[in-house]
């Protein structure tokens, strides 16, 4: 890593701030999620989203890229991006609670699909937002 | 006066005269009617016979009538077997034409068992519909998906997990007053791709896969 001029604490200085900057800019929220679907239509559903008051512990994987809306808010971002960040979701893996009643030969069903709250790695840049889950 | 019983003993005596000279002829008469009462003896002695020999005759015939039912009750009875026998074959046949079958149906799909060396894959197929008052026909197609996804994700818990029921019946007066049944899973799937999602008359149906490895479990 000298740099072509030799001056290679300048360089590392440099780098160092810029990754440092970059660091600071990333912040660790908890996210859960939930919908209802009751006789095969969406009942509910629930988002909540709030800054982690204590250090996670984990590693960062599996992250989302969501278009930024500004104000650094996480949940105005996920609302404007809800199919992908749904189907992210699913692929993180969600809890399934499902419970059918037949009375006098008529059934009804509901289905709860939940998040269990996640502490989740959130980077704001420019225009995006990157989330990845710590595990 | 001696000359009247005179008269009268000669008078007894003439009587008693004819009287005995009549008498051969009734004791002809009487030869007759022994050789008739001997011969109608000897008439009834052949008649004894003859009747004994027609009962006889009789029995030897009733005997032949109870060998004749016995052989007919055995005659039936092989019959009913023979029926009974027949009946056992057809539904042997019947039965074996059901397991071939079954094993027409059957054979083609062996049920797969998730093993160190074969991975498991599991397709279903969840059903949604969207609410009756939408903003536009992009959100009802939306919440209609996602409920479909939620049906899908239950189909895949149902199949790995196994579902709990429970049911309860009542009965009252030999009538079934409520029939009630639960059913209820809980699991945790990840890792499940949508393979195909139709939205067609207000239905939406997502066709899921999951792909579960021996190592997850």
Do not use: W
């Amino acid at each position: 890593m000298r740099s072509r001029n030799g001056n290679y604490s300048f360089t590392r200085t440099v780098l160092i701030f810029l990754l440092s900057s970059l660091a600071l800019d990333a912040k660790e929220y908890l996210i859960s999620y939930r919908y209802v679907v009751k006789d095969a239509t969406l009942y509910n559903e629930s988002l909540s989203v709030s800054s982690s008051m204590t250090k996670c512990v984990g590693k960062p994987t599996k992250s989302l890229n969501l278009i930024s809306y500004g104000d650094d808010d996480l949940k105005q971002s996920i609302l404007k991006n809800p199919e992908l960040f749904v189907d992210y979701v699913h692929k993180l893996g969600l809890q399934i609670e499902s419970k059918d009643i037949t009375k006098n030969f008529v059934n009804s069903s509901t289905t709860i699909l939940t998040l269990k709250t996640t502490c989740f790695k959130v980077d704001f840049n420019e225009n995006l937002v990157s989330i990845a889950p710590l595990n | 006066m001696k000359y009247s019983l005179l008269l009268v003993v000669l008078l007894s005596a003439s009587s008693l005269i004819a009287q005995v000279s009549q008498a051969p002829q009734t004791i002809g008469s009487f030869d007759k009617i022994d050789s008739l009462e001997n011969q109608v003896s000897d008439i009834d002695s052949q008649m004894g016979t003859l009747e004994g020999k027609v009962s006889s005759v009789d029995d030897k015939i009733n005997t032949v009538d109870r060998k004749v039912s016995s052989i007919e009750q055995q005659i039936s009875g092989v019959d009913t077997k023979m029926s009974s026998v027949e009946n056992k074959l057809s539904s042997m046949n019947s039965n074996m034409t059901v397991m071939k079958n079954m094993n027409d149906i059957v054979a083609p799909e062996k049920e797969a068992v998730l093993s160190k060396t074969t991975n498991l894959r599991i397709n279903v197929i969840g059903q949604g519909v969207a609410p009756m008052n939408t903003a536009s026909p992009a959100q009802a197609y939306a919440l209609a998906k996602r409920a479909a996804t939620a049906d899908a994700y239950r189909l895949i818990a149902e199949k790995v997990m196994g579902v709990r029921i429970e049911g309860q019946d009542t009965i009252k007066n030999m009538m079934v007053k409520r029939s009630t049944v639960h059913t209820s899973v809980k699991a945790m799937v990840r890792n499940a791709d949508i393979i195909e999602t139709t939205f067609k008359e207000g239905l939406c149906e997502v066709e899921m896969e999951i792909i579960l490895l021996h190592a997850q479990f």
